[in-house]
Nanobody
Framework: QVQLVESGGGLVQPGGSLRLSCAAS????????MGWYRQAPGKQRELVASITPDGRTNYADSVKGRFTISRDNTKNTVYLQMNSLKPEDTAVYYCNQVPRYVNYWGQGTQVTVSS
């Protein structure tokens, strides 16, 4: 059974922080790269951070130095620590494989950065 459950979003002021979590089913997590994607209103979904099974990370230029992705392979969970948030980070955030092999998305978690 494929499962991706994102949590941790919310409303935060500019400059604030949030930590997102994503619990995945073991079959789509354990040997795959994982990442965080986001989709802002009227825009295409974009990949902002990824992590390989052995912990190598990669970030979009727009979030480099502010976001940190990590994973706990014992819990099939991937995290996104977001610091120094900006209004342009406002979006629905999703986790999924990188590259993506499953035709499935979770419900996402809304992040709103506003004063």
């Amino acid at each position: 059974q494929v499962q991706l459950v994102e949590s941790g979003g919310g409303l935060v002021q500019p400059g604030g922080s949030l930590r997102l979590s994503c619990a995945a089913s073991r079959t789509i997590f354990v040997i795959y790269g994982m990442g965080w994607y986001r989709q802002a209103p009227g825009k295409q979904r974009e990949l902002v951070a990824s992590i390989t099974p052995d912990g190598r990370t990669n970030y979009a230029d727009s979030v480099k130095g502010r976001f940190t992705i990590s994973r706990d392979n014992t819990k099939n969970t991937v995290y996104l620590q977001m610091n120094s948030l900006k209004p342009e980070d406002t979006a629905v955030y999703y986790c999924n494989q990188v590259p993506r092999y499953v035709n499935y998305w979770g419900q996402g978690t809304q992040v709103t950065v506003s004063s």
